[in-house]
């Protein structure tokens, strides 16, 4: 009996340890900047600017997720909450992520996740970001929090 209780214990310890656990995924999108040299990043989550010798930009879109396995993650991925909105407005590329704005249940509780943007532009690019410019991409890399 008491070996029962200690095998009982001993799984819910190892239940709550794993709900815990972050799971991760990395997406990547492709932004065709049709000539553009200035890109608007209206990004819900970190964001680390890194110029490159391309014509066109690259977004990396690391997701750590708390308390969920990940087959979640993957539904939430293809439900769209990690997508990347591209407009094209006066002679600027904006990206958006307006479904990351969104408050999210999983099993009663509001997801905990982290996302981190590493957006690589071409070296004559202009940044702008939450009204600031970080001007030329001419630094190696800018980080934005």
Do not use: H
Not at 3 to 25: L, N, P, T, W
């Amino acid at each position: 009996m008491k070996r029962a209780v200690i095998m009982i214990f001993a799984m819910c310890i190892m239940g709550m340890v794993s709900a815990q656990q972050a799971v991760e995924k990395t997406l990547i999108k492709p932004v065709n900047l049709k000539g553009n040299v200035n890109i608007e990043l209206a990004l819900n989550g970190k964001i680390d600017v890194k110029k490159w010798r391309n014509e066109y930009a690259q977004v990396e879109i690391g997701i750590k997720a708390y308390g969920i396995n990940s087959t979640v993650l993957k539904s939430l991925v293809a439900a769209g909450r990690y997508n990347i909105e591209i407009d094209y407005v006066d002679e600027k590329v904006v990206l958006r992520t307006p479904a990351l704005a969104k408050e999210i249940n999983v099993r009663g509780k509001v997801l905990k996740d982290e996302v981190l943007f590493t957006i690589y532009v071409p070296e004559v690019s202009f940044i702008e970001t939450g009204g600031d410019d970080l001007g030329s991409a001419d630094a190696n890399s800018k980080t934005i929090n």
